[in-house]
């Protein structure tokens, strides 16, 4: 009988154990207020520090420049795919508008937007601005140039304008950082051709698990249910020259107000009722992540001694162990395979996997039910030793093992036991 749960979800994902006891702990009195953070006004005192605080952690531990907004937003990811089309067309257009006076007050929706699509996410991205009427540009296709969502294709290969006139000037260049479905990583930031083209990144299920230069980017978000806490929340980190965007009430580019970035920061996120119990949580996440000593506390006996490092370094290095050593124990097991074929791009949060009862190497054919039936037996085993979570995501299929921040090395060592005795009824 096993009475630990190890969360291989891959959002709503598992969150530190830590967060959840404080949590608890505060519950039904935030900070001496006798009231619980969810029943508070969103105006009131203890949220607004509450609020600021927050910013201020996600800035300490990213870095970010002074010239940054960061925002507290809802709906999730989905909203992100709209918001940024909106926004961006709207700054693009009123540049172009201040470039070349009333030639270039065109029509918005001719203004290009260029996207990479790596994976399932970026391809939900391209559908959302499609639908939006915006024009959009497919720089790379990765399933086209690989064959499948597997890795990067190189950049020199992606198809960019270098017609520098301003009709082809595209609002942004956009990508996801990790694909979450998929399994792909970038191992690089997009290099931009021309200093006013911003970059825009999905980085929902990645961020704060590796150092970013956010100067190089224009707009990042990420929603929360991954590896910053509950969902309902989502994070927007967007330059501060990139707000110059309301048009509106002259009937040019149509931002709505939940979506307008100026209206949420001019507001420090307080416009309308925030997802409170969202946020308090992220920035009890925020607070572990700049704890070295509750990291400790999370990774145990692994704990490495002479780390001295707080944050998303030792996050990063931590992150970097785990996934090594989840894809060593498949690339030499038997009967897994990896999905991604190019190494560089391996996601390091989540890994994904494939098993198939033929072993490797051997030249007997293969046999698509024995397969199956050998995929849901390791499942549901896994599910017995309270590793759960594990089943791909439903639009592929196979298996997924989501390794966030708030996974410890112990988690992933018992995963990766589970694997090797698995192998051995067989
Ligand atoms: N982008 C990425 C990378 C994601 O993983 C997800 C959700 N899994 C989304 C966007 C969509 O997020 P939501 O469900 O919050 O709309």
Not at 319 to 332: C, D, H, I, S, V
Request: proline content about 4%.
């Amino acid at each position: 009988a096993v009475n630990h749960k190890w969360n291989f979800g891959a959002g709503p994902a598992m969150i530190p154990r830590p967060v959840l006891e404080r949590a608890q702990a505060e519950f039904l009195d935030y900070q001496g207020t006798g009231l619980s953070i969810m029943e508070l006004s969103h105006r009131s005192a203890p949220y607004e520090q509450l609020n600021n605080r927050a910013q201020d952690q996600l800035r300490t531990l990213l870095s970010i420049p002074a010239n940054y907004k960061i925002l507290f937003m809802q709906g999730g990811g989905h909203t992100q795919f709209a918001a940024v089309v909106y926004n961006l067309l709207a700054w693009r257009h009123r540049q172009n508008k201040a470039e070349k006076g009333e030639a270039g007050q065109g029509d918005w929706r001719a203004i290009p937007v260029d996207y990479v699509v790596s994976g399932s996410w970026s391809a939900k991205a391209v559908e959302e601005a499609q639908r939006l009427g915006a024009n959009v540009r497919v720089v790379c296709d990765a399933k086209k140039a690989l064959g499948g969502f597997k890795g990067i294709p190189a950049e020199s290969t992606w198809v960019r304008s270098t017609d520098p006139t301003l009709d082809s000037k595209p609002a942004y260049l956009y990508y996801c950082d990790n694909e979450t479905v998929n399994g792909v990583e970038f191992p690089f930031v997009p290099s931009l051709q021309g200093k006013d083209i911003p970059l825009v990144c999905d980085m929902s299920s990645n961020i704060l698990s590796r150092k970013v230069d956010v100067s190089k980017f224009g707009v990042i978000y990420a929603g929360a249910q991954k590896n910053i806490g509950p969902a309902g929340v989502s994070v927007v980190i967007v330059r501060e020259d990139l707000l110059e965007t309301s048009e509106s009430k002259n009937g040019l580019v149509p931002v709505p107000l939940m979506l307008d970035y100026k209206t949420m920061a001019k507001n420090n996120s307080l416009y309308n009722t925030p997802p409170m119990f969202g946020i308090y949580i992220s920035s009890l996440v925020f607070d572990w992540l700049l704890n070295v000593e509750a990291q400790r506390i999370q990774d145990g006996q692994q704990a490495v001694a002479n780390d001295q490092t707080v944050g998303v370094e030792a996050a990063e290095a931590r992150n970097k162990r785990k996934a090594e050593k989840l894809y060593t124990a498949l690339e030499e097991s038997r009967f897994f395979h990896i999905v991604v074929s190019d190494k560089a791009a391996r996601s390091k949060m989540n890994v994904t996997f494939t098993i198939s009862a033929t072993p490797k190497g051997s030249d007997a054919a293969v046999d698509k039910e024995a397969d199956k039936a050998m995929e849901k037996a390791f499942l549901s085993q896994a599910e017995e030793r309270g590793l759960l979570q594990l089943p791909g995501h439903r639009s592929v299929g196979g298996i997924r093992a989501s390794i966030y921040n708030a996974m410890t090395e112990e988690g992933v060592d018992v995963l990766i036991a589970f694997l090797k005795e698995f192998e051995q009824q067989y």
